[in-house]
């Protein structure tokens, strides 16, 4: 059996993930930080299914964290699919974005990513198989108002993923990145009504989670083995 970590793995997109996952046989490890008792929920859910799941709780920005639970995590069995979907959005236009507000969301969505991704390469290496799969968004490939940092964060991502994909071509490692437009869940619903989905998306409703699940689930696949290096877009037409 396959393990799968899933950064994030509590919110909306990231526990459709899980729950794809595991409906595909992979034994999922569900990370949450802030929110652990919603990542329970969701290893509660995949084992009533019949699939397998934990919960791993650590904050994706804590670098040494990171090292020493992923390191537990390798010693009992390699992780071969990471999903790096944890991020967060702290918007305001630039001219008035502290730095706090920027240090902070590129942290967690970029260098969450190097400090997650980073120790479980070489044991991903060993097996000659895995799937890496980041989660961007349309901010990162065409900007957006009052995200500058979240753009840079995820466009980051973006030149990253390419790279990294050079890098573990010969190995059996694949890496992508998913970016989605506007996806039905709590935070979407806060900022866009029916209407602004209507004027912005030309196929006139929003995502839905398990819609990005399906996708990122093939790419973590034994079917996607030949596609890496890429940044597929989720949106509806939107771009």
């Known amino acids: 059996m396959k393990r799968a970590l899933v950064t994030g793995g509590s919110g909306d997109i990231g526990a459709a993930i899980c729950r794809r996952l595991a409906a595909e046989g992979v034994e999922v490890l569900v990370h949450a930080n802030s929110q652990p008792q919603r990542a329970e929920v969701v290893c509660e859910e995949i084992i009533a299914a019949g699939g397998k799941a934990a919960a791993l709780v650590f904050d994706v920005t804590d670098g040494a964290k990171c090292r020493e639970i992923l390191a537990a995590e390798t010693g009992r069995a390699p992780i ?11 918007d305001a236009p630039l001219a008035g974005m502290s730095e706090e507000q920027w240090r ?8 969450g990513f190097y400090n997650v991704t980073q120790p479980l390469l070489l044991p991903m290496m060993a097996t000659r198989w895995g799937r890496i799969v980041s989660l961007s968004s349309i901010a990162g490939v065409m900007g957006n108002r009052g995200q500058a940092n979240y753009a840079a964060a995820k466009a ?3 030149g990253a993923s390419k790279s990294l994909a050079l890098e573990l071509a010969s190995r059996g490692v694949t890496v992508n990145v998913v970016a989605p437009g506007i996806i ?11 209407d602004a989905i209507k004027t912005l998306v030309p196929m006139k409703r929003a995502g839905q989670p398990e819609e990005v699940a399906d996708l990122v689930a093939f790419l973590a696949s034994e079917r996607a083995g030949y596609i890496s290096g890429q940044v597929i877009g989720i949106n509806g037409a939107m771009a």
Do not use: C, E, P, Y
Request: charged letters at 20%; a neutral charge; glycine letters at 12%.
């Open 184 to 194: 039905a869940g709590r935070m979407t619903g806060q900022v866009f009504d029916k």
């Open 104 to 111: 902070r969301v590129i942290d967690v969505s970029l260098n």
């Open 156 to 158: 980051g991502l973006h």
């Open 80 to 90: 071969q699919i990471v999903i790096n979907n944890a991020g967060l959005h702290d």
